[in-house]
């Protein structure tokens, strides 16, 4: 119902039929939706795309599809740093920069290693293959920025057959319903 039930995403209110398109969110977010029950609407869905699940020295870059080496872009990645990233998503993999230490700092896809200026672009992951990256204990360099193209599937379409009659009673009393969700992982929303 425009202007009376709400859904608080960052602070920012949504109602009517504008939604949160786009909304990057950190773990920890909350959003909140608030109904006071009047005129009853079709409702709304909103889906939270995870693309990365990080651990060790990398980085997801500001809450969207990116992941980077731990410094990038300000600074080169360190001697001697690790990490683990395992798709939450399936995707192809679009390289937005890669320089590594030639043949010594290694980016590990799908059991193929990519180093130097030679980063896995086009590579499709599927959810739950996992990234490796390791740097040796001599020299640094740029580092690198790997962004997700999610691969997207189609809603599936349902019939339903057209109702019959319905009599719906006027509401007598005014009830108003919140509710909150915490994130627990980073994530972007599709409304």
Same mark, same amino acid.
């Given at each position: 119902? *425009?202007?009376?039930? #709400? ?13 949160? @398109?786009?909304?990057?969110? !950190?773990?920890? +977010?909350?959003?909140?939706?608030? /109904?006071? @029950?009047?005129?009853? !609407?079709?409702?709304?869905?909103? &889906?939270?795309?995870?693309?990365? +699940? ?14 980077? *080496?731990?410094?990038?872009?300000? *600074?080169?990645? $360190?001697? $001697?740093?690790? &990490?683990?990233?395992?798709?939450? /998503? ?5 390289? @937005?920069?890669? +320089? ?5 700092? #290694? ?11 030679? $980063? ?9 293959? @996992?990234?490796?990256?390791? *740097? ?15 691969? =997207?599937?189609? +809603?599936?379409?349902?019939? =339903?057959?057209?109702? =019959? =009659? ?18 627990? #992982? ?6």
């Amino acid at each position: 119902e *425009s202007g009376f039930d #709400t859904l608080a995403v960052l602070g920012v209110r949504y109602n009517g039929t504008a939604g949160p @398109q786009g909304v990057a969110l !950190a773990v920890g +977010e909350i959003l909140s939706w608030s /109904s006071d @029950q009047d005129i009853p !609407a079709t409702g709304w869905k909103l &889906c939270l795309e995870a693309f990365w +699940e990080v651990h060790g020295d990398c980085s997801i870059a500001g809450g969207d599809s990116c992941v980077t *080496s731990a410094g990038y872009p300000l *600074s080169n990645y $360190g001697n $001697g740093q690790s &990490c683990r990233i395992t798709a939450l /998503s399936a995707g192809t993999i679009d390289v @937005q920069s890669f +320089e590594t230490e030639s043949g010594f700092d #290694t980016l590990t896809v799908l059991g193929v290693r990519y180093n130097g200026t030679a $980063g896995p672009q086009g590579v499709a992951l599927a959810v739950g293959d @996992q990234i490796s990256w390791a *740097s040796d204990r001599t020299f640094t360099a740029e580092g690198w920025k790997l962004c997700l193209e999610a691969t =997207t599937t189609p +809603e599936p379409t349902t019939t =339903t057959p057209a109702p =019959t =009659t319905t009599t719906t009673p006027a509401p007598t009393t005014t009830t108003v319903t919140t509710t909150s969700v915490t994130t627990t #992982t980073a994530a972007t929303m599709r409304f």
